[in-house]
T-cell receptor, first 113, second 111 residues
Framework: EPEVTQTPSHQVTQMGQEVILRCVPI?????FYWYRQILGQKVEFLVS????????KSEIFDDQFSVERPDGSNFTLKIRSTKLEDSAMYFC???????????FGPGTRLTVT | AQSVSQHNHHVILSEAASLELGCNYS??????LFWYVQYPGQHLQLLLK??????LVKGIKGFEAEFIKSKFSFNLRKPSVQWSDTAEYFC?????????FGAGTILRVKS
């Protein structure tokens, strides 16, 4: 069964540093998402991406965040200057119209020290 | 905007006990509802989904959920839980093309 993959599985970074989280969505999917889950809290929507542009973003997704689909297969989330409160599990998801189901990747645990 | 409430944050059951996890959503017209499970150290996996039709939805691993429109509910059930069902369970509703999740219910099954 096709699956969404994410790298790295765990990223530790210092406050103020830039991080890039990578995702490879399912190949024939057209909608891509980033969600995050702060430890002990609910999964929160960050951003959706369709047709090479952001289709929706939450209030969490401020100017420090950006997304890109650089090469037709990867989908990246960049945090320009990380803060302690960015520590969370970040999930990538992709959506296929054939099943109206979002498939989630295994997540990247980001720890900001 | 859609929102989801899960009533129980922690549930502890013995093996073979029956399970029901509550989920209520806010009204927003046509609803698409989902239950996801997250086993320790793993990613979110879809258990079942409701879009339309039969309000009793069967999912994987013996789980089912019932959509009750009048109660805005989509409770998850399993007649007999196993130790391997220990996980966190999330109810979600589709809002546009994104999912809105509940806070999750951590289920621990004692063997």
């Amino acid at each position: 069964e096709p699956e969404v993959t994410q790298t790295p599985s765990h990223q530790v970074t210092q406050m103020g540093q830039e991080v890039i989280l990578r995702c490879v969505p399912i190949s024939n999917h057209l909608y891509f998402y980033w969600y995050r889950q702060i430890l002990g809290q609910k999964v929160e929507f960050l951003v959706s991406f369709y047709n090479n542009e952001i289709s929706e973003k939450s209030e969490i997704f401020d100017d420090q965040f950006s997304v890109e689909r650089p090469d037709g297969s990867n989908f990246t989330l960049k945090i320009r200057s990380t803060k302690l409160e960015d520590s969370a599990m970040y999930f990538c998801a992709s959506f296929g119209r054939e099943s109206y189901e979002q498939y989630f990747g295994p997540g990247t645990r980001l720890t900001v020290t | 905007a859609q929102s989801v409430s899960q009533h129980n944050h922690h549930v502890i059951l013995s093996e073979a006990a029956s399970l029901e996890l509550g989920c209520n959503y806010s009204y927003g017209g046509t609803v698409n509802l989902f239950w996801y499970v997250q086993y320790p150290g793993q990613h979110l996996q879809l258990l079942l989904k409701y879009f339309s039709g039969d309000p009793l939805v069967k999912g994987i691993k013996g789980f089912e959920a019932e959509f009750i429109k009048s109660k805005f509910s989509f409770n998850l059930r399993k007649p007999s839980v196993q130790w391997s069902d220990t996980a966190e369970y999330f109810c979600a509703v589709r809002n546009g093309n994104k999912l809105v999740f509940g806070a999750g219910t951590i289920l621990r099954v004692k063997s």
